[in-house]
């Protein structure tokens, strides 16, 4: 993603919500039960992915919008 950023030659800003997950399930839940999107992502997707990821850090170069909310 850092060079996507670099090669176009302008500002940037990476929006982090740094929610828990299980915060980001209810949320899942509800945008699955709405029924607007052709996909729908399953608890053990939204497991799976979530195992690996790792919240992004200053030194990686970005230029980070932290969004925090217990809820």
Aim: aromatic residues 10%.
């Amino acid at each position: 993603m850092r060079s996507l950023v670099d090669d176009a030659g302008t500002e940037h800003a990476l929006h982090y919500l740094d929610v828990p997950n299980a915060v980001c399930l209810a949320r899942l839940h509800a945008r699955n039960a709405e029924g607007n999107h052709a996909f729908q992502v399953t608890d053990t997707q939204f497991e799976a992915f979530a195992k690996h990821f790792v919240a992004p850090t200053e030194d990686e170069g970005f230029h980070i919008v932290w969004h925090r909310a217990d809820a």
